[in-house]
Structures are given as C-alpha cells and as structure tokens.
C-alpha cells in the first residue's frame, strides 16, 4: 500500500492538478467511482492507472473487475495519499490517471458531424463541465472548446461533466476561426447564440434547426466579441419572456442544444 504523501510517485499524480504538468505529461486525472466507470466502460485504453482506497475497492468491486478486466494497474493507497492525489476536499476513495483523449476537428466532421457545440473564452470549468454533460445528453456529435478557454482536463471540468468527458468527441485548444471555417467548409450552418441576435424560436420554425449545425457560446460576463460574432453565419438569441436579463451560459447552451436535437430528431 502507497502511505506516503510525499513519496515521488504520489507526488507526480498530484501534479497533475496544475495545468502546465498535465500539458507536458498529457494525463488528467478522474476522480470519484463514476468518473472511473465511465472511463473504464467507454475508454479503458485511456487509464494509465488507478489508485484507490481500502474502502473504495470493498464498495465497489465492479470497478477492481473492470480495471482488471482492461489489464490497467490498481494500487491500493492510504486515505492521506488519496486525499493528497484529489483535488476534492472530499475525495470518493478513488483516482484513474487518464491519457489526453482530445480527437482532430478533422476527424470529427470526416464521421458526417452534424451538430456541434463550439465554446469560446468560456472561463469557467464547472460550466464548460456542464456543457459538455448536456451536449452528451442531447446527442451533439463533438464539443469544440478553444485556447482561450478554460483547459478542459481541469479537474473541476471533469468532475462537472459527470463522466461525459469519456462519451463525446472532444476538440480542445482549438483556433476559433480556424475550427469555424472548418466546421463551414463541411457544410454546417454556425449559429452564434448571443443577445440581440434573431429570435431562435423563429429558426425552429422554419426548419432551420433540422439541418446540420454548430452553435458557437462565448464567455460567461461578456458573450461573445463582434470579432466572434463575425465568423458565424448568423447570430441567435434565446427569447426572455420575464423580467430576468439573462440566462446562464448552460442554460442557454442546453436550450440551444436541445432545439436542435429535437429537430434533427423531428
């Protein structure tokens, strides 16, 4: 059993909390059972290793099976080691150290993509987490986040998208006007969602939403730039019928989502 918090292998998983560790090693971490599941279920030739606690393997012994099962190593820590290995003030008892499993944009729109979410100087990692969860739910084909975003294997962006990291396509460190182009070129209609933007009701009822698509969402305070804006084909606003301002980024982004979805679907 690893006990010592300070021995040098525990050290090198701890790391990878900072950014700059986890770019140069190109590993993140997943933590908490559900997380691993899905990383064992859906992208078990991501897992480099997983550590985890006396009590994390007694309560769940499908994932011990699991690891075993793919060959990855599972080594048994103390609770001072794992708590020093988590970024959770509370960690779950379990960690996996995962290999980068971001795809080329190119690859994604060769597969016939037809909706996709593009995320631009989007700041926060809980958000970017939940976005990436709701794309997942809603069927979306990839999630393209770009430099001037949040990394995406921060732990907190893990832990948001609730094992949904491991089931969509993900693009990141992408150039916004590049990957947009590119998303054009394969015949996609990009929709920035932005205030003062057409009324996404009237695009949805005129059948807009059923054809392929990408939905282009900026940063949390301030949306997207006229820069932004200006690379999208058109720009669309979700309607407020109360007295609210505005909406939060997710929630726009999980109305956006799912019109589509449905439409496509229609």
């Known amino acids: 059993m690893l006990d010592n918090p300070r021995s040098p292998r525990v050290r090198a998983v701890a790391k990878l909390a900072k950014k700059q560790r986890r770019m140069e090693a190109q590993l993140f971490l997943a933590e908490g059972p559900q997380a691993v599941r899905e990383a064992l279920t859906h992208r078990p030739e991501l897992v480099v290793d997983i550590f985890l606690t006396t009590a994390a393997r007694d309560r769940h012994p499908e994932l011990v099976t699991l ?5 990855i190593e599972l080594s048994l820590v103390s609770d001072a080691v794992l708590h020093h290995m988590a970024d959770t003030v509370t960690p779950q008892g379990i960690v996996a150290v995962c290999q980068f499993l971001s795809q080329d944009l190119a690859t994604v729109l060769a597969r ?7 995320l631009h100087e989007v700041k926060d990692p809980g958000n970017v987490g939940n976005i990436m969860r709701t794309a997942d739910a809603a069927g979306a084909d990839a999630v393209v986040v770009t430099a001037e975003s949040v990394d995406v294997y921060n732990p907190k962006v893990v832990r948001a998208s609730t094992g949904s990291i491991f089931h969509i396509p993900l693009v990141h460190r992408a150039d916004l006007v590049h990957a947009i182009a590119d998303i054009q070129a394969a015949g996609l209609v990009v929709y920035a969602a932005d205030a003062g933007g057409r ?7 005129e059948g807009s939403l059923a054809k392929p698509l990408a939905w282009l969402l900026g940063n949390e ?3 997207l730039s006229a820069e932004a804006e200006s690379v999208a084909d058109q720009v669309v606003a979700v309607p407020l019928y109360g007295q609210a301002e505005s909406l939060s980024l997710p929630t726009a982004a999980a109305i956006c989502l799912y019109e589509a979805a449905f439409a496509q679907r229609a």
């Open 221 to 223: 305070a301030h949306g």
């Open 67 to 71: 690891a075993q099962s793919e060959g």
């Open 199 to 205: 009324d996404l009701v009237s695009l949805r009822d």
């Open 112 to 118: 016939g993509a037809r909706h996709i979410v593009v």
